[in-house]
T-cell receptor, first 113, second 111 residues
Framework: NAGVMQNPRHLVRRRGQEARLRCSPM?????VYWYRQLPEEGLKFMVY????????ESGMPKERFSAEFPKEGPSILRIQQVVRGDSAAYFC???????????FGQGTRLTVV | EDQVTQSPEALRLQEGESSSLNCSYT??????LFWYRQDPGKGPEFLFT???AGEEKEKERLKATLTKKESFLHITAPKPEDSATYLC????????????FGKGTKLSVIP
């Protein structure tokens, strides 16, 4: 019973490039959350999605960031024209419902050089 | 706005020396309080969910308790493998689905 799968685990991008982070939720989970963790800071909520719908994107910057969770395939967090300040660990979590426990993946560590 | 404050920021214990971690919260209607453990370079690992004041949950050497303003994670006779950062998070009942996390307590258990 695989857990939440994120890839890649590590991603290096030059300033101005695009970063695509992928998340496959646990089997049977249709609710996906993305969080960002900066060094010495807590996890910060970015976006909450259900299949084909964005439910809450209040924590996601309005520009350069987008997220999707298509009917088929993993959830994608996309960061366009990355800047040094985007360097962080990005975690995906999934749950079976909006009341369910959120289980986290191992994260993608993005480094912008 | 929901807020979570964890203390202390860091805690060093001798193996076998019991202690407690604190999580104080402000939330507009608590839907649930969550404890996670995070090892370096890894994702948070779920430990407990508490839903109402007075509730307690136990797992091996860990016990979580909840009041209307705070939660405690009690660690009894810790072992070096309990060393990790412990994260507390709240989920509001005001129509929000997100978890609001504290900054964590970094626990080191010395043999």
């Amino acid at each position: 019973n695989a857990g939440v799968m994120q890839n890649p685990r590590h991603l290096v991008r030059r300033r101005g490039q695009e970063a695509r982070l992928r998340c496959s939720p646990m089997k049977g989970h249709s609710h996906v959350y993305w969080y960002r963790q900066l060094p010495e800071e807590g996890l910060k909520f970015m976006v909450y999605l259900q299949k084909e719908n964005i439910i809450d994107e209040s924590g996601m910057p309005k520009e350069r960031f987008s997220a999707e969770f298509p009917k088929e395939g993993p959830s994608i967090l996309r960061i366009q024209q990355v800047v040094r300040g985007d360097s962080a660990a990005y975690f995906c979590a999934s749950s079976p419902s909006d009341r369910g426990v959120a289980f986290f993946g191992q994260g993608t560590r993005l480094t912008v050089v | 706005e929901d807020q979570v404050t964890q203390s202390p920021e860091a805690l060093r214990l001798q193996e076998g020396e019991s202690s407690s971690l604190n999580c104080s919260y402000t939330v507009s209607g608590l839907r649930g309080l969550f404890w996670y453990r995070q090892d370096p370079g890894k994702g948070p690992e779920f430990l407990f969910t508490l839903y109402s004041a007075g509730e307690e949950k136990e797992k091996e050497r860990l016990k979580a308790t909840l009041t209307k303003k705070e939660s405690f994670l009690h660690i009894t006779a810790p072992k070096p493998e309990d060393s990790a950062t412990y994260l507390c998070a709240v989920q509001s009942g005001a129509g929000s689905y997100q978890l609001t996390f504290g900054k964590g307590t970094k626990l080191s258990v010395i043999p």
